[in-house]
């Protein structure tokens, strides 16, 4: 039983996070001044190493090859990952120009700026 009400609350707290990121991208959108010439795909990770460059490659495929005009730019950052997730994802940016790598405050200060400008 209190497995099952720590599963209920940590499945609860995820879409909770889910629904804060989707309401955050379209107050950007919706109440800023973007111009509508591409997407920019934010992504926060941490200790991915295993992961995170078959995931950017599959992205940088879509950019490279045509598949996802629309997308410009893959901004990440890093929540302090205690694995080698960073060391990949500067290797990827410095053979990628379409890697943005950012912490997580710099990320934040930047949806900021552009939700007040």
Avoid at 27 to 32: K, L, V
Wanted: charged residues 25%.
């Amino acid at each position: 039983m209190g497995n099952f009400i720590g599963n209920t609350i940590l499945w609860t707290l995820a879409f909770y996070g889910l629904f804060e990121i989707m309401k955050t991208v379209v107050n950007i959108f919706t109440y800023t001044n973007l111009q509508s010439d591409g997407i920019y795909v934010i992504v926060a990770i941490k200790n991915q190493e295993n992961k995170i460059e078959g995931f950017l490659r599959s992205f940088l495929f879509r950019i490279l090859y045509g598949k996802e005009e629309t997308m410009q730019n893959i901004i990440i950052t890093d929540l302090d990952s205690q694995d080698k997730t960073l060391t990949i994802i500067k290797n990827l940016q410095k053979e990628h120009e379409e890697i943005k790598v950012m912490n997580w405050r710099e990320c934040k200060e930047l949806i900021e700026s552009i939700k007040n400008t």
